[in-house]
């Protein structure tokens, strides 16, 4: 059985990568199970300077998902380089190095230093519902994609995967933006912006009032969009949003999806993206596919 | 740091909205716990796990307790002997006493006594004072498992109904240089980390608090439970209640 693929010449020996900003850089799920498991992992957004974040509050529970406002906590991407870098490097696995920033500078700077590290792959984040400046103001317009995308992939000495944003009126429109910048790949959905409100003191539960909803009430609407992305663009898909289980990842890829990300899961529950790895032949053989790759792309629509 | 499948052994109200739940392990033995350290709980119907801390722990069996602030402790209250949660703990830091401190006194409010009442099964060689607030009679608990440890165990109400009246920061202030303790160890509300962190200031005492923060994964990895907590060079950073903490110097923490 083959659940190896491909993305822009990476090879992942399965098609699981943990989303960024749910597993940090990998060293605390490392003490549940041995990360090399998972196909890749998608490191925690890193910025040009260290930043600290919303207030708190930042998470709420909803139905079926979570909302959250982090807002790009991180120690800047010079001590994620000295610091946190050398732990993966270790590993069996396919770095990818997530990436934001409040202006064009800003990603191209963190895009320079990302490249001389040992990572396969750069996911730039367009798309963070949680920060004021930036973050998903690049994400919203496609000239806008199309034009942070050229000058990144200016300086991006490896792959680049643009993460889109589902707060868009067409999503497969910004897809076809990034791919004519010179996106290797796409990854989609970031998270749904949303609002919880306490209905006692009449204030919103997240110190920052929004954040971005996640979990599996948010599936839905990522394969819609990845599969509208899919019939659109040439560049690999990622897709991500909601996954909870192997049955889920065959789903993402018979929408389109070359691999996918898990990433509230992880929050949910400690071993998910490693049950979710181990699950998957058993769900393939249930669902009489011997190789992976056979199924991206293969939604039956008549 | 392990995930368990645990099941119920007892779930029993000890209060009004104060709860006991005990479970045990369905296969092997709990990771050894210390004071002050937390464990992540599932609650059936609910994605994000909920933290509590420790109670009362050993190899085959962990007490928290819990009181009904919300969906997920409503939840919780329906839980029956024999229904089965995974558990993933040991977490966080813990409390950590240094020889020299001799006398200790365990500051708490509500269910935030209840982590301080595994402190001297950690720590026995030391002398205990406990100071328990809570808000009125029907709201008070753990005052005999504290007294059968400490030399003295003193309760609070907020309006009298039991024990003495007032808060507990005000009962330990009347009694401290009778005590001359060597550190306090606090957890409760808000406000009374605030009033204790001007006693400890005023008495030039060492104080270590549990914080309280919203949990997302509860290992350190999402940056969710950010609490401000002042650095040695002065600046105020970032830290996360379930990986660097929650136990954190009490006048460090930003409140």
């Given at each position: ?7 822009a010449?990476?090879?992942f ?7 960024s ?17 998972l ?24 139905p079926?998902?979570?909302l ?8 800047g ?26 202006c ?7 895009a ?7 990572a ?40 680049l995967?643009v ?15 990034a791919?004519?910048g ?51 663009v ?7 949003g ?26 949910f ?32 629509l008549? | 740091m ?16 104060l ?6 392990p369905?296969?092997?033995?709990f ?25 009362k ?15 997920g ?28 401190h ?23 060689d030391r ?33 009298g ?10 009962a ?31 008495y ?5 608090a ?12 999402c ?33």
């Amino acid at each position: 059985m083959n659940t190896a693929v491909k993305i822009a010449g990476v090879q992942f020996k399965n098609p699981i990568i943990t989303a960024s900003g749910t597993f940090g850089f990998g060293q605390e799920y490392d003490k549940f199970y041995d990360i090399s498991a998972l196909g890749g992992i998608c490191t925690k957004g890193v910025t040009r300077e260290p930043r600290k974040g919303n207030a708190a509050p930042r998470i709420a529970e909803t139905p079926s998902g979570m909302l959250n406002s982090v807002g790009l906590q991180n120690p800047g991407v010079d001590v994620f380089v000295k610091e946190d870098m050398p732990f993966l490097e270790k590993k069996d696995i396919v770095t990818i190095v997530n990436i934001a920033g409040s202006c064009e500078d800003d990603y191209i700077y963190v895009a320079e230093k990302a490249s001389e590290t040992k990572a396969q792959m750069i996911e730039m984040n367009i798309s963070c519902p949680n920060v004021k400046a930036g973050g998903m103001a690049f994400g919203i317009y496609p000239d806008s994609v199309k034009n942070i995308t050229a000058k990144v992939k200016k300086v991006c000495k490896k792959p680049l995967i643009v993460k889109l944003s589902p707060n868009v009126a067409d999503i497969a429109t910004n897809a076809l933006a990034a791919q004519d910048g010179g996106a290797d790949a796409v990854s989609l959905i970031n998270t749904v912006t949303g609002m919880a409100i306490n209905r006692f003191t009449r204030k919103p539960i997240l110190a920052n009032v929004t954040g971005g909803l996640s979990g599996p009430c948010v599936k839905p609407i990522a394969l819609r969009m990845v599969n509208e992305v899919y019939r659109r663009v040439q560049i690999p898909i990622i897709g991500l949003g909601g996954i909870m289980s192997a049955a889920d990842v065959i789903e993402f890829m018979i929408a389109g999806a070359t691999a996918v990300q898990v990433g509230s899961a992880n929050i949910f529950d400690p071993m998910a993206a490693f049950n979710i790895v181990n699950e998957l032949t058993k769900e393939m053989e249930c669902c009489k596919i011997s190789n992976v790759n056979d199924i991206i792309g293969s939604l039956i629509l008549s | 740091m392990k995930d368990y499948l645990v099941r119920v052994t007892e779930n029993k109200k000890v209060a009004e909205d104060l709860y006991e739940l005990t479970f045990a392990p369905k296969v092997g033995k709990f990771e050894q716990m210390k004071c002050g350290q937390f464990l992540q709980l599932q609650i059936p119907g609910l994605l994000l796990r909920r933290p509590f801390c420790l109670y009362k722990f050993d190899s085959d069996s962990i007490t928290v307790a819990y009181a009904v602030v919300g969906k997920g402790t409503e939840k919780m209250v329906k839980l029956k002997k024999g229904d089965e949660f995974k558990v993933t703990l040991p977490l966080g830091n813990g409390w950590t006493l240094q020889d020299k401190h001799k006398k200790v006194v365990l500051l708490g409010g509500g269910v935030g006594c209840a982590p301080l009442a595994y402190v001297p099964i950690t720590y026995p060689d030391r002398e205990y004072f406990s100071f328990l607030g809570f808000a009125d009679k029907s709201k008070v608990a753990f005052e005999s498992e504290m007294s059968k440890k400490c030399k003295l165990t003193v309760v609070t109400t907020d309006n009298g109904s039991y024990g003495e009246k007032g808060f507990p920061t005000q009962a330990l202030e009347k009694r401290l240089r009778e005590i001359q303790p060597d550190v306090i160890l606090v957890c409760g509300p808000r406000p009374m980390l605030k009033a204790a962190a001007r006693l400890a200031l005023a008495y030039g005492i060492s104080a270590y608090a549990s914080t309280e923060e919203r949990m997302g994964c509860g290992v350190g990895a999402c940056l969710v439970c950010a609490c401000a907590v002042k650095q040695a060079d002065g600046s105020v950073a970032m830290k996360r209640a379930c990986a660097d903490g929650p136990i954190f110097k009490l006048e460090d923490l930003v409140l």
